[in-house]
């Protein structure tokens, strides 16, 4: 079993100590092979508790109209009990189970059977079979890349049979919310522990599996890095992208129509939600090849932290700020909302019409945060792909030299950008993205925390993730990487951080 044959492989360091390891020399950059006590703490705190986090957030606009601490007080001062709150959280049904394994079927078929048309005639795109990055055991896996093509496909035929051929509500996703949920967790949970049996018993590439010894940090990190059924099912490529992303845009269509269905006509607010997540969302799908290249596919295994997450967090957590629009109206119709089923209950908050400075001024933050974001990553990518030999910021970029070692004992050569926005902060294609991700949040004003949530959880994620980040190459490149540390001393934002 791999465990066995890699049980004597060297052991990465904590992220403090580590400069030089005997793991850099060896290749060993990926995953941590041993788990201290605050990791495995930390695993299992979010093991427990994001189930926990994302239906308490969904409850608390369901019941008490998006506040998070009317629940609290309820409990507190003995008004409500948890089996209360229970009781009027809405079952799973057989509705949503069906409109669920349709969604995923659906999109399963459009990833494995439909080869990518699009980069045939769209000028500019990349798709069709692509590389990997290679993997630490120095393989370099083949991709279909049709994302682009799923989400138009999917899209088109949601406008079709929902505007024109009235074949099911744009409503839809909306009012099954909180059942969806269940069926989302259901597949979260099974993907990811199918993938932790998978990894023990017929993993895709044993050289590429890591045991770590902690049962609850192999299911939450993954064992496999790449798992496959068959060539062509890559996990890692299919969760994040379909059920998740492709998911994104629709969710926040149906939000949009259940606030034109109620209040009659769609806030601006919702509008500019909407738009810059679609601006982010496509922009995904039409760099889907340069998104081979990125952590999640480069360096995370696949388990609970990517099967869970992708199929609840993300289409859950990522889209808070359109319930409070959507439930807003709800509140401002009163019974009619009532009639509209289970969500009935939804929301106390009115619906923000923004000033129109205000509203430019957050379209100007979101556009500035996606250019930064867009053309940080777009810099890494041509410079990686032609080897350097470019021009960033009209000049020809400054570069470090640096070499690592894959698991296979071959050396390979690499370069470090140290120009444009790589020599500003090490990480300011993260810094665009809190850009992007704090107006989200600002177009839903300023009366309530829980649209903030989601600027909140993305500055911590991308923090961890930058550390996470600079840990691994340093790991990988040892001397190199403290040569670029010292050219570029800041992670995030020249001066502060
Ligand atoms: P990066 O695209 O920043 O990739 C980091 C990797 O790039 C490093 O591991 C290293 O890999 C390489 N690298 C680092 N510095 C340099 C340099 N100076 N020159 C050349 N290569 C370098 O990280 P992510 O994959 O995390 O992020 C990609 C994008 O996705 C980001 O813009 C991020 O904001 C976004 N994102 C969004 C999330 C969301 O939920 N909305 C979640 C996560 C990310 P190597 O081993 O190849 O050298």
Not at 199 to 219: E, I, L
Not at 338 to 357: D, E, F, I, K, N
Not at 380 to 388: C, E, M, V
Not at 438 to 463: D, E, K, N, R, V
Request: hydrophobic residues 45%; charged residues 15%.
């Amino acid at each position: 079993m791999a465990a066995k044959s890699q049980s004597n492989d060297p052991k990465t360091k904590s992220p403090g100590s580590v400069t030089f390891s005997k793991a850099a020399t060896q290749g060993q950059w990926g995953r941590a092979w041993e788990v201290d006590w605050f990791s495995l703490a930390s695993v299992i705190f979010l093991l427990l508790f994001a189930p926990f986090i994302v239906y308490y957030f969904i409850m608390a606009c369901d019941q008490y109209s998006c506040s998070l601490t009317a629940p609290l007080a309820d409990i507190a001062t003995g008004r409500a009990r948890l089996s209360d709150i229970w009781a009027k959280t809405p079952p799973v049904t057989t509705k949503a189970a069906q409109i669920y394994v349709a969604w995923v079927t659906f999109q399963v078929l459009l990833y494995m059977l439909l080869p990518d048309i699009c980069h045939k005639f769209l000028p500019g795109y990349v798709g069709g079979v692509q590389e990997g990055a290679m993997t630490p055991a120095g393989i370099v896996h083949k991709y279909e890349i049709n994302g682009l093509q799923a989400w138009l496909i999917t899209h088109l035929l949601w406008f079709v049979n929902s505007y024109l051929l009235a074949c099911f509500s744009p409503t839809v996703i909306f009012d099954n919310w909180i059942p969806l949920l269940w069926c989302a967790n259901i597949l979260g949970y099974a993907v990811s522990t199918f993938a932790m049996i998978k990894g023990y018993f017929f993993p895709t590439d044993a050289r590429d599996c890591k045991f770590t010894g902690s049962f609850f940090y192999n299911y939450m990190m993954g064992i496999e890095f790449n798992p496959r059924i068959g060539k062509w099912f890559d996990f890692k490529l299919f969760f994040n992208g379909r059920p998740g992303i492709i998911a994104w845009t629709l969710i926040n269509l149906s939000f949009a129509a259940k606030q034109r269905e109620l209040y009659g006509h769609v806030t601006n607010s919702m509008v500019l939600v909407n738009v810059l997540q679609a601006i982010y969302v496509l922009d995904f799908f039409w760099n889907e090849t340069w998104y081979l290249k990125t952590i999640d596919i480069c360096h995370d295994h696949f388990g609970w932290y990517l099967g869970w997450g992708d199929c609840v967090w993300l289409p859950y957590l990522y889209t808070l700020q359109q319930p409070s629009e959507a439930g807003a109206s709800i509140y401002r119709r009163g019974n009619q909302g009532r009639a509209q089923g289970q969500l009935g209950l939804y929301l106390v908050y009115h619906p923000v019409q923004l000033p129109t400075r205000y509203s430019l001024g957050v379209l100007l933050l979101g556009l500035l945060g996606y250019y930064i974001f867009r053309m940080a990553n777009h810099q890494k990518d041509l410079f990686r792909r032609t080897d350097g030999r470019c021009l960033i910021w009209g000049r020809k970029p400054k570069v470090i030299e640096c070499s690592f070692t894959s698991a296979d004992e071959q050396k390979h050569r690499s370069k470090l950008l140290v120009s444009g926005f790589w020599g500003v902060a090490r990480h300011f294609n993260y810094t665009g993205d809190l850009m992007g991700s704090l107006a989200y949040c600002l177009a839903c004003g300023g009366g309530h925390l829980l649209p903030y949530f989601y600027i909140i959880y993305m500055a911590i994620l991308l923090t961890h993730r930058c550390l996470r980040d600079e840990h691994r190459c340093a790991n990988k490149y040892g001397r190199d990487w403290e040569r670029y540390t010292a050219a570029v001393p800041y992670r995030l934002l020249p001066g502060i951080f």
